[in-house]
């Protein structure tokens, strides 16, 4: 990122990457539903220099409330990482981070990959939830787990996706964070081997690009563009 953006985080959180943003000099605004999360960060963040502080704003509330705080076009980079399969209307909070973004603007959303339940357990050798991922009827929350679904109604919402990946395809329990690679690299980090943890993280990284790998990762990050 060459320059300081406006970066909405949905669901702070520890507020780790939101804290790695406002480190790299962006502007960064969080929002938290959970009062017990959010008095922690708010209290972890005093001890932040003053130059970071003032370039942070901790909010109470969720997905569904960016109508309620932000006006239209105000965020140069949305993330809602692990909140559309807990949030109780997801057309409406998707429809309401496509509403803050300013044009050209980048939705960054991590999920989990409905369509590939039954790989951890199947790999686990733990058969019976195996077989239950693969015989459950979809349900309607998990519409928008779905490649498929959330590729059209991003198109729909003026934010059509511009590219996506798998997070943790070979990292074991990778069911949340950003790109493959780096929880991959977070994972392997306390590795006794530095020269393995390195070999590991760059295989996570092709296979996080690549089909048909990507499509049976536990989670997925897609990215949206605002036209």
Known sequence: MGRRLRVLDVALGDGAQALRLARGGHQVTGLESDPGRLAAFTSALETEPEGIRARFRALAGSGQDTGAHFLPGTFDLVLCHGVLDRAKDPDSTLAGLARVLDSGGLLSLVIPNAAARAMRPGL???????????????????????????????????VPMECWYGVGVFAAGGSHGAAGAALWQEQAAGAADEATAEAAAAVEELACRMDPYRGVAPSLHLFGVRG
């Open 124 to 158: 686990a050798g733990d058969w019976r939830a195996a077989r239950a991922a693969l015989v459950a009827q979809p349900e309607e929350s998990d519409r928008f787990l779905r490649l498929e679904a959330l590729t059209s109604f991003l198109a729909r919402i003026g």
